[in-house]
């Protein structure tokens, strides 16, 4: 069973753990850490677009089902947004990712209408793509690819704001 750390508006912890999939409440708020990965092979910055891992989330995910995402997930009770990072594109992608090389790019809070929300905390790296393919979890992931910065942007603005995007934006132009 997975346990997950309440935190308030402001981000101090309130010293409450709960189960992962407990009913939210109005002040609570998670943490939530995504992560953003350019190949390798990708030029350098400001020399060509780069080009993106993007998976498909799961045809049965509880949100956004179906749709092309980067990875990421819920922090775990005892557990860094960075450490999640790395824990989720393992988990969903099976890519080991050190957390040394992780480029804290952007932060922001998002509050639901029923008054809780998430601490989101995007990473961004470089990864090689798997010589022999990806692998995943397919009770996460429907499919994964690798595509160029500009098809990867558009698919994951589908379900993103602004912000998010000139963090993405961000990334392509420095990582």
Known sequence: MEYRNVYRRDGTPTG???????????????LHALLVMKTMDSPPPGQGEGRYIVQQRSLKARYFAGKWDV????????????????????????????????????????????????????????????????????????????????????????HNDEAFGRALDEIERTL
């Open 16 to 30: 409450e753990t709960v189960e992962k999939h407990a009913p939210r409440r109005a002040g609570d708020f998670f």
């Open 71 to 158: 990875t990421g997930g819920g922090v775990q009770a005892g557990e860094t947004p960075a450490q999640a990072a790395c824990r989720e594109a393992m988990e969903e992608l099976k890519l080991s990712v050190p957390e040394k090389k992780l480029h804290l790019a952007h932060t922001y809070t998002v509050e639901w209408g029923d008054g809780s929300g998430l601490h989101l905390f995007l990473y961004a790296c470089r990864v090689p793509v798997p010589q022999n393919g990806f692998q995943w979890d397919e009770g996460e992931v429907n499919a994964v690819g690798v595509f160029p910065y500009h098809q990867f942007r558009a698919w994951v603005m589908d």
